[in-house]
């Protein structure tokens, strides 16, 4: 069954920035990924969309030819997909041959069918000045709805209401600055009202002439709502040609000087990008736009639903044999620190902006898609803070996955020299992970495949990372290091690292659509190929016969800090990264309100709950700015001895995540059995000044609660939390 995915055509008149990053090309780059690795028929086209009176007011504006705008920001936004890991099967340009030829014999077919063109002349804004009529882009005035004075021909920007030029108030044409004048003209218009009955069957029931085509329960309410808007409005014809020198001529004998309007053109680029595509690589285009079992999915935002649901679908309907989508999984809008992203104003950043500004930050492309996926406005308008990518990538990036990674290669090499014991097998061979360790992979996968093909991809990365948290949690419990403390040979120990192997396996393919260049870096790590297609699918067949994803006897390498953290006490590299990213915030606010604007709030590390510790004598009270200086820190007890000519101090070994280790001296050698310490969590100060404690140095404090018998119990988050987080 062919897969035939396609994303909004992105205007090549301007650079691109997360909003639209997170609206339609993420999500379908989540999804195709997926597709391919259970080994699915997949293709993913997508390109610029080069013509329009946005492209030619550019150029005008900018004293160069439209062609010169196309080339520049097609070249820009294409390397800047390239570099976040969006993987088009091919990316195209309505301004190829290709496209004009086939949106021509659309248009030649539609015409030749009759019925379904209405011509008719109106009266259209002209500029006598320049001595052309005006797309509705080239027209300003005050809107009719919120009085705003910059309003466009065609939408209020501000109140965001469809207009047509003669509602604005007090028009003048941006070309000359002068009011226009109406003039008579001849357009096409396409009888959108004609295909009403068809489309409203279609959206609300899934059926056409009595074939279920899809199931509108999984459609996005805001999809369907918004569809059903505007068909109990009525639909009304629309012009499908415009008067204007850049586009693509129409073919007819009485359009001399025309081209087909923007919104009819751009929709056909998915099919000529198709025919591109099978072009090269030796395919019928037809196999995929022709084919009833074919999965047509277009990923738009939510400004582009009624194109992609109402007109395009009855465009297709009207031409005749083509396909029409299965689902429209459209996002919503998606805000930057609080406010919808201006260029005019500063705010926000550009894909290609991103891509520079960040390219000495460790995993940076991945740490923005993870970013965007975990806030992704699937259902709602959300939010992208500078904040949240710092929680997202310490908390879950380096926290969980990263940590579970360097544990697991440490303790590896540290009992079985990097290679898989054989575990829960024979004679040197495995024949898969523990029953609950194998229940709890093929449960992550089938979660994880369910929410992919509901297009519930933060409920999918929430998933990945509960996956990852288990890992660190099965580790934590089971201990190898306390069973090779009683008893270095205990096969138990090859047990949990065989299963901790295995765990780690799943998390490399799974990370591939998420974060493609880290799952690399993981699979390398475990000295796999990287993935390929139908590589998900193997995997889930492996598990269910009860076979393991590495076998015994198979070498790893060394994890080390795969996620070096940006909220570190000892090096701030990568807070400086983001400082500067806030930095041009406070600029753009300064610019808008003027002097004395403040920072935004400096990046917010992950919470937990810090212990209040209550006695039978209270402490006299501090100053709140005095508990300010205290750095407490989760961390991991990692080794523990006695201390000689001491029987009360024990000399610990702490991780601090991100490769940091402390020797701490305790006094707790009378409570605890240093056999058991290995792996406890903790709470520690960490800016206590060093010193010598029975000759052995101490560089934190390890924090405790004392009940009324003296029984000492360790002040600890939640196992498998993470490293080096603060408590505050």
């Not at 550019?58 to 030819?65: F, S, V």
């Not at 918004?226 to 009304?236: P, R, T, V």
Request: hydrophobic letters at 40%; proline letters at 6%; glycine letters at 8%.
């Amino acid at each position: 069954m062919p897969h035939l995915l396609t994303s909004a055509l992105p205007y090549a008149n301007g650079p691109l920035h997360l909003g639209h990053l997170a609206g339609a090309y993420l999500p379908a780059d989540l999804y195709a990924r997926y597709l391919r690795l259970m080994g699915k028929d997949v293709l993913w086209v997508c390109g610029s969309d080069e013509h329009g009176a946005a492209i030619t007011l550019r150029a005008k504006k900018e004293g160069i030819k439209p062609q010169d705008i196309i080339d520049k920001y097609h070249a820009l936004n294409k390397a800047s997909f390239a570099a976040l890991g969006i993987s088009f099967d091919y990316y195209h340009r309505t301004s190829a041959p290709l496209h004009h030829e086939t949106s021509r014999e659309f248009f030649r077919t539609l015409d030749r069918k009759g019925g379904e063109f209405i011509v008719k002349t109106t009266e259209q804004y002209y500029d006598p000045e320049f001595k052309q009529f005006l797309a509705d882009r080239y027209i300003k005035g005050t809107c009719p709805r919120c009085g705003y004075t910059e309003a466009f021909g065609d939408q209020c920007e501000n109140c965001g209401s469809d207009l047509s030029p003669t509602e604005l108030i007090n028009p003048v044409s941006v070309l000359s600055g002068t009011r226009p004048v109406l003039r008579k003209t001849k357009h096409w218009y396409f009888d959108l009202a004609k295909h009403e009955d068809f489309l409203r069957t279609w959206i609300q029931e899934g059926t056409v002439d009595g074939v279920q085509l899809h199931d509108p329960a999984t459609w996005k309410k805001h999809v369907i709502g918004q569809c059903m808007s505007w068909l109990n409005e009525g639909l009304q014809p629309r012009a499908i040609t415009r008067d204007l020198d850049w586009g693509i001529s129409v073919p007819h004998p009485e359009a001399e000087g025309k081209v087909l309007y923007v919104w009819f053109d751009a929709p056909i680029g998915y099919i000529s990008s198709t025919k591109q595509w099978c072009l090269d690589h030796g395919r019928d285009w037809r196999d995929y736009w022709q084919n009833p079992d074919t999965e047509l999915i277009h990923f738009i935002g939510k400004d582009n639903i009624v194109f992609h649901c109402l007109i395009f679908p009855a465009m297709l309907r009207a031409h005749g044999q083509y396909v029409l989508p299965k689902n429209v999984p459209a996002n919503q809008f998606l805000n930057f620190e609080g406010d919808k992203f201006s260029k005019s104003r500063g705010w926000g950043i550009e894909l290609h902006e991103y891509v520079e500004e960040f390219q000495d930050f460790p995993n940076g492309e991945d740490a923005l898609r993870w970013a965007l996926i975990r806030n992704l406005p699937e259902q709602s308008d959300a939010d992208f803070t500078w904040d949240g990518f710092t929680e997202y990538y310490d908390k879950d990036l380096a926290d969980k996955l990263g940590n579970f990674f360097n544990r697991v290669t440490v303790l590896m090499h540290k009992y079985f020299n990097g290679r898989v014991p054989a575990g829960q097998g024979t004679e040197g061979r495995g024949t898969g992970a523990g029953p609950q360790v194998q229940r709890q992979l093929q449960d992550s996968l089938a979660t994880l495949a369910t929410h992919f093909e509901a297009f519930r991809f933060k409920d999918a990365a929430t998933t990945f990372v509960e996956l990852a948290t288990y890992g660190n949690t099965y580790l934590q419990e089971a201990a190898p290091w306390s069973l090779a403390k009683a008893d270095p040979d205990d096969p138990g120990i090859a047990v949990v690292m065989y299963n901790c192997v295995q765990i780690a396996a799943v998390l490399a393919l799974t990370a591939h659509p998420f974060v493609p260049l880290v799952s690399a870096k993981l699979r390398t790590v475990l000295k796999q190929e990287i993935v390929t297609n139908g590589d998900w699918a193997v995997a889930r067949d492996l598990l269910a016969s009860g076979r393991p994803l590495i076998e015994p006897g198979h070498q790893i390498g060394q994890a080390g800090v795969l996620f070096p953290k940006i909220v570190d006490r000892k090096d701030d590299t990568l807070l400086k990264i983001i400082q500067r990213q806030r930095d041009k915030l406070v600029a753009a606010l300064v610019e808008r309100d003027g002097p004395g604007t403040t920072a935004p709030s400096p990046a917010a590390p992950t919470k937990t709950n810090a212990a209040i510790l209550e006695g039978p004598a209270t402490k006299p009270s501090i100053e709140f700015d005095d508990f300010t200086k205290l750095d407490l820190r989760t961390a991991t007890i990692l080794t523990a001895e006695p201390i000689k000519k001491s029987n009360k101090l024990l000399q610990l070994t702490i991780d601090l995540g991100s490769g940091e280790q402390r020797s701490v001296v305790s006094g707790i050698a009378k409570h605890f059995d240093p056999a058991d310490l290995p792996g406890q969590p903790v709470v520690v100060v960490t800016n206590l000044a060093p010193r010598k404690m029975a000759g052995v140095l101490s560089e934190a404090m390890i924090l405790m609660a004392e009940d009324a018998a003296g029984r000492l119990v360790f002040v600890a988050p939640p196992i498998g939390f993470g490293n080096g987080l603060v408590v505050r």
